[in-house]
């Protein structure tokens, strides 16, 4: 989850797409014009910081995960793996398992490799009186169940409300509201994330996307900007490429990812 004692930003940037992301799940099909309610297309919550509002249908499985490397300052993080698991158990109501990387940090002081946290997820679809709004509320638990210098060393908990708003045929907007107990040195965070995206022409399967993401503790504030595309080569089928930096430190960050589907029932 995070790294136990490490307060460099690129190392913590390890723990948050896990916490955020991947509970928070924090990203992404739906956001890159796929219906939002028929699920005609992937609904992936990669790639991103954030994650977008689709449930997964009942009996489908989803597997998503992806590999990337945060660097630009004195710490390197190469993270493989971000393994999200979901099944749709009922209309309205999916499950998660968070399965999480093998991290590599290479940092002026030692070196530090090893499994990331684990846990579990639930995420609820919620009524809407709004026909285009969909909306979802997403909770996570990470279980100190990975390695000695990158374990959290406790049960971290984070919560997220989910949105998304087709402002046109091509064009979508969405947004995360969340909190954890996330950091080590600041045990509230709240997590705000806003990303608008665009579909090319319906015959060109990619869409892309650019948005803000900022985490907002009691010691300090960190701020990320990013961006991506997204490939569609068949309905239940995505890769995605995304990076971005943290507006302070100029710290960055660039990843690779594939999320598939399948139905079981």
């Not at 590999?67 to 630009?72: D, H, L, P």
């Not at 070196?111 to 846990?119: E, I, P």
Request: hydrophobic share 40%.
């Amino acid at each position: 989850m995070i790294l136990k004692g490490n307060k460099d930003r690129e190392a913590r940037f390890v723990g948050l797409r896990p916490a955020i992301c991947a509970g928070g799940a924090l990203l992404f099909g739906a956001l890159f014009g796929a219906p939002l309610s028929a699920q005609e297309t992937i609904a992936s919550d990669r790639p991103g910081l954030g994650s977008g509002s689709a449930v997964l249908g009942h009996g489908i499985i989803q597997m998503e995960t992806g590999a990337e490397y945060a660097g630009g300052g004195r710490t390197e993080v190469y993270s493989l793996g971000q393994g999200l698991f979901r099944y749709g158990l009922l209309e309205g109501v999916e499950i998660q398992g968070l399965l999480n990387s093998l991290t590599f940090v290479r940092g002026p002081n030692r070196d530090r490799n090893g499994l990331q946290d684990m846990g579990f997820g639930v995420k609820l679809k919620l009524p809407t009186s709004q026909e285009r709004l969909s909306l979802s509320f997403l909770s996570t638990l990470l279980l100190p169940t990975g390695s000695n210098q990158i374990s959290a060393g406790e049960a971290v908990p984070n919560a997220v409300l989910l949105a998304d708003l087709p402002l046109s045929d091509r064009v979508n907007l969405s947004g995360n509201l969340g909190f954890s107990a996330f950091l080590a040195d600041a045990e509230n965070q709240v997590a705000l994330i806003i990303t608008p995206s665009v579909a090319l022409p319906s015959e060109v399967p990619m869409a892309v996307y650019g948005g803000y993401a900022g985490f907002y503790s009691d010691s300090e504030a960190v701020h990320y900007a990013e961006g991506g595309v997204t490939w569609l080569p068949s309905p239940s089928l995505q890769f995605d490429l995304n990076g971005g930096f943290e507006l302070d430190s100029g710290s960055y960050f660039i990843g690779i990812g594939v999320a598939t589907r399948w139905r079981v029932r």
